[in-house]
């Protein structure tokens, strides 16, 4: 059963660079695209990004400036980093698998990443 | 870009039927998605596609689409159910993807 599982600094300052990295397990990263959701508190879903095993990208526009995933195929593991944030990028963040017709199967449990 | 527009909430008696709505231009060209998200969790993917239920979800739950509106039905609604309902489709400005703001359902 796959499973995904994000890791970082729940911390980071104004200015700085937000680093996550959402580990796969139990299955495989080809395939799918591998996307990133936040959410922050009391709000709705917002969708950042997908990279596709390929190492293609996609981002929301409002965020493309700021945003770069990567993917490991070797470690299993995809990347998030956005940088010059500020307290607007405080949210709950998400990694979840996209099976297609933007499809999201498998979630992680979210990290919760507070600027300040 | 597009926008995909749900009502803040909806309410259903026990056992009743339920439709949560979800309006976008992209809808006409594109599947949707819904999710449910319980307080504290996870969003959980309830359908996709043409009307597809993930494995372990009840099939008093149901998807449709016509035109620019897409709709969540469920039939039966159950205490579990209560929870924020999330729609998510393609932006057709440039083919990103976006969700609406959610349905806040309460099953009295």
């Known amino acids: 059963q796959v499973q995904l599982q994000e890791s970082g600094p729940g911390l980071v300052k104004p200015s700085e660079t937000l680093s996550l990295t959402c580990t796969v397990s139990g299955g495989s990263i080809s395939s799918y695209y591998w996307t990133w959701i936040r959410q922050p508190p009391g709000k709705g879903l917002e969708w950042i990004g997908y990279?596709?095993?390929?190492?293609?990208?996609d981002y929301t526009p409002s965020l493309k400036s700021r945003v770069t995933m990567s993917l490991d195929p070797s470690k299993k593991e995809f990347s998030l980093t956005v940088s010059s944030v500020t307290a607007a990028d405080t949210a709950m963040y998400y990694c979840a698998r996209d099976i297609g017709d933007g499809a999201l199967d498998i979630w992680g449990q979210g990290t919760m990443v507070t600027v300040s | 870009s597009s926008e995909l527009t749900q009502d803040p909430a909806v309410s259903v008696a026990l056992g009743q039927t339920v439709r949560i709505t979800c309006q976008g231009a992209s809808l006409r060209q594109y599947f949707v998605s819904w999710y449910q998200q319980k307080p504290g969790q996870a969003p959980v993917l309830v359908i996709y596609?043409?009307?597809i239920r993930p494995s372990g979800i009840p099939d008093r739950f149901s998807g449709s689409s016509s035109g620019n509106t897409a709709a969540l039905t469920i039939t039966g609604a159950q205490a579990e159910d209560e929870a924020v309902y999330y729609c998510?489709?393609?932006?057709?400005?440039?083919?990103?993807?976006?969700f609406g703001g959610g349905t806040r359902l309460t099953v009295l």
């Open positions: 990279i596709y095993f390929t190492g293609r990208t």
């Open positions: 998510k489709s393609r932006d057709t400005a440039d083919n990103s993807r976006l």
């Open positions: 596609g043409k009307n």
